[in-house]
């Protein structure tokens, strides 16, 4: 471990948060010998991708598992993170549909025996017609619904997207930014069948395209305690480099002076106390307008502050749930439709190890508003999970041995629409700042999983450790003579 004497040496790296983009950032950053403090709210590494322990049991924050897709990534974690902490699983997601239960993403032949066969035909015709029109009369769609429409044709959009959307964040498509489809939503593989049909008679989609879907089969990497093995062994690997890890953290303020951050306030969440930490370099991932507010020093222009209250975050409401069985689902996660849970995750089929062995745990996960019924987990809203499980036979009212609570206020960020020229405007005044890099699902405003999220984190060290040669590089003003 470097003493502290010598990284007094360096340049003072802060980072703002302990999620997979900032514990990615630090650890590179550590691994090279820099100087660096991560600032994190919460009482343990890991953001939105970790697990939180009640009773004998860990409670994953989602669904949180590491994909393969980068391989740089992947190997890191495999080889010098993990370690014998990893398992891996076989990718085993469904999808309940049409009175059915589906491999997701959905394949070519389950669509085709999940909708029936005079919905089908208008919804192949209704995409072939829609292909043709916007190859002859291209357009930018003007929102989600547009975006939809454009993809799949509009009777499929209104048999599969229409009300799920809707449910999902609160408002209609029409009010969502055809970003999001681009960023988040995956394409349906067998919509991808007839379009790749299409594209051999000449007929290419050239507008809108959706986020490539994960692999039909795929090895995904976990844990027996689940999601938080990652990240906390992570912060151990910033840790055994010198690098600090103030835990249980609030940011209180930013010092910005002459277009660099200086220093920043922690605050401890258990006494209030405050310290004041100077940085020379700072790396952002805590959500875009908590940063903006907390910031002081150099003005900041009224248009950035209106400018955030337009970047909003849906918040999350998980029921993990310890039962009387030692198995509920058929696979790691279940996606639904129609019930007040949109995914519901069995980590047991995972490996997660439950304490009493013959008993499981499930993640049950529902968008919401912070303050409404959902968030508070009403009787009403636990009464209404409860019916829906016991509907979808998953798990009866009686064999519930406990029940917890865990929220994400910024579980996601909404792309409303007219959002975009907003995180823009935040997005420049954030370039003005010449030591300061954001990066992540709260700090880019965006849609990561956690391979991507780690390699923005990847991402920031490195234009931090550019920036810190280009400093380095640069001419000092002469210092005057007494």
Not at 44 to 64: E, K
Not at 225 to 247: C, K, Q
Not at 343 to 350: D, L, S
Not at 360 to 383: F, H, P, Y
């Amino acid at each position: 471990m470097e003493s502290s004497a010598a990284n007094s040496q360096r340049p003072h790296i802060v980072v703002l948060g302990a999620g997979p983009t900032g514990l990615y950032a630090a650890r590179t950053l550590t691994q090279r010998g820099h100087h660096v403090t991560v600032i994190e709210k919460a009482d343990r590494p890991g953001g939105l991708a970790t697990s939180h322990l009640r009773g004998s049991n860990w409670y994953d924050l989602g669904v949180h598992m590491l994909h393969e897709f980068d391989r740089e990534i992947f190997e890191d974690i495999r080889d010098n993170v993990m370690g014998e902490e990893r398992i891996e699983v076989p990718l085993d997601a469904k999808i309940r549909w049409a009175g059915s239960f589906y491999r997701y993403p959905l394949q070519f032949g389950d669509m085709v025996r999940g909708i029936p066969p005079l919905t089908l035909i208008r919804c192949v015709s209704g995409l072939l017609a829609t292909q043709l029109w916007y190859k002859i009369f291209p357009k930018q769609p003007k929102d989600a619904e547009e975006a939809l429409i454009q993809l799949y044709g509009a009777p499929l959009y209104r048999f599969f997207f229409r009300d799920f959307t809707h449910r999902y964040w609160g408002f209609p498509t029409t009010e969502l930014d055809a970003k999001f489809i681009t960023t988040k939503m995956p394409r349906l593989t067998a919509v991808d069948v007839i379009k790749k049909v299409l594209a051999k008679i000449g007929i290419k989609d050239r507008n809108v395209h959706a986020v490539e879907s994960a692999l039909r089969e795929e090895t995904l990497h976990y844990s027996r305690s689940g999601a938080e093995t990652m990240t906390r062994r992570l912060a151990d690997a910033v840790r055994s480099r010198g690098g600090a890890m103030l835990l249980n953290h609030d940011v209180a303020s930013i010092e910005i002076q002459n277009g660099r951050a200086t220093s920043v306030t922690a605050r401890d969440a258990s006494s209030g106390a405050e310290s004041r930490i100077a940085c020379d370099y700072l790396i952002n991932t805590i959500p875009l307008p908590h940063f903006v507010q907390r910031s002081s020093g150099d003005p900041i222009p009224e248009a950035i502050r209106e400018s955030c209250r337009h970047l909003r975050y849906k918040p999350i409401t998980i029921h993990g749930l310890l039962v009387r069985k030692p198995k509920c689902i058929d696979g790691l996660y279940i996606y639904y439709r129609d019930r007040i849970f949109h995914r519901v995750g069995e980590p047991k089929n995972a490996g997660l190890i439950v304490n009493p062995p013959d008993h499981s745990v499930l993640i049950v996960e529902t968008t919401c508003e912070e303050g409404d019924d959902k968030w508070n987990a009403s009787q009403e809203v636990r009464d209404r999970i409860m019916a829906d499980l016991e509907a979808e036979n998953i798990v009866s009212r009686d064999l519930i041995a406990e029940w917890h609570v865990l929220h994400a206020p910024q579980g996601y960020p909404v792309f409303r629409l007219g959002f975009e020229p907003h995180f823009q405007n935040v997005m420049n005044w954030i370039a003005s700042i010449a030591n300061l890099r954001t990066a992540g699902r709260q700090g880019a405003f965006c849609y990561p999983n956690m391979h991507s999220a780690m390699r923005q984190g990847a991402k920031a060290a490195d234009a931090i450790e550019k920036q810190i040669a280009t400093d380095s590089a640069a001419p000092t003003s002469p210092t005057s003579q007494p």
